[in-house]
């Protein structure tokens, strides 16, 4: 008996998360299928998004999506973000399909020990200051050396850009309470969050899973989104705050995206994850034939083949 509908793609016709489309934000439109791609219709017309080559697709308010769109969307590996107005707000999430969980169980094992938390965490620093040695750093001393660059870097941009700056400021929820440069920080920095986690989905990773930062479903999105804000979201916001061209929230996703495609920010993205993942120096269990998808059973001496009887 064949299974009714469109079949979906078959694996070797998706990209890799670190060669999509970084990510598409949409409101109020109508998001449906059409074949393998998705559609968009508002009242300018219909656009068509090819599904196998998008990373995550941002829905803001006032969109629908069909039920043919989502199955495709999960067909493809395509990480969903349910976002709030303009954006800026998490809302839900639809996870990306992943093949195995080798990156998973990595993730966990250093997670779960004090000594190889904080040597990642110190890596994610290292990656972040080049040329400073961290090795003998405590994460106070490390959270101290990073909120002085951090602020000298908003510092630094104020002044190329011209713009009067006080410090960064947002209450969640009251995105217009603050000035345009925190306005942009914000909305930059929620698509950031979508890219990122569409990345740690499609890998296997656990979203959940931090080393810096703890106690929220997104703490690795968080860890890992922080390596690329100096790059991307801070210079877009201060650049987007400082032009009247269009609309503020428009134009720094715009910039966001640009930066996005400039730094190769998808395939840094991969590769930094499995460099802080892997013990040593990429453990060839997780990166080769990262693709497979194999289901066997746990044992106190290895894996052994499922779908067998054991103990006839």
């Not at 829905?59 to 629908?64: D, F, H, N, Q, S």
């Not at 040695?133 to 190329?160: F, I």
């Not at 802080?276 to 290895?302: C, F, K, Q």
Request: charged share 25%; aromatic share 6%.
């Amino acid at each position: 008996m064949s299974v009714p509908g469109i079949p979906p793609p078959v694996p070797r016709e998706l990209l890799r998360i670190e060669d999509r489309i970084s990510f598409v934000y949409l409101e109020r439109a109508v998001v449906h299928r059409d074949e393998n791609a998705i559609t968009s219709t508002d009242e300018e017309g219909t656009v068509h998004l090819p599904a196998a080559g998008l990373g995550c697709l941002l829905l803001g308010p006032g969109t629908r999506v069909s039920h043919a769109a989502m199955a495709l969307l999960g067909d493809c590996g395509v990480s969903v973000i349910w976002a709030g107005e303009r954006g800026v707000r998490f809302y839900a999430h639809g996870s990306a399909v992943a093949k195995n969980n080798h990156l998973l169980v990595q993730q966990a094992r250093l997670v779960s020990n004090n000594r190889s938390r904080v040597a990642v965490a110190r890596k994610m620093y290292q990656m972040r200051f080049p040329g400073e040695d961290v090795s003998k750093l405590s994460m106070h001393q490390l959270r101290g050396r990073e909120g002085v660059r951090v602020r000298r870097l908003y510092a630094e941009q104020a002044r190329r850009v011209g713009i009067d700056w006080r410090g960064r400021n947002y209450k969640p929820g009251e995105i217009d309470a603050s000035n345009p440069v925190n306005q942009a920080l914000t909305a930059a920095n929620a698509a950031l969050y979508g890219i990122v986690h569409s990345v740690i989905s499609g890998l296997g990773c656990s979203p959940g899973l931090g080393f810096v930062h703890a106690g929220t479903s997104r703490s690795f999105v968080y860890d890992i989104a922080d390596l690329y804000k100096a790059e991307t979201t801070i210079p877009a916001s201060f650049d987007a705050a400082a032009s009247a061209d269009e609309s503020l929230t428009t134009s720094v996703r715009r910039r966001l995206r640009d930066a996005v495609v400039k730094t190769k920010l998808l395939e840094r993205c991969t590769s930094d994850i499995y460099d802080l993942l892997s013990s040593d120096n990429r453990d060839p269990e997780i990166t080769a034939d990262r693709d497979r998808d194999t289901v066997t059973l746990w044992s106190d001496d290895g894996e052994v083949p499922a779908g067998r009887s054991y103990g006839a």
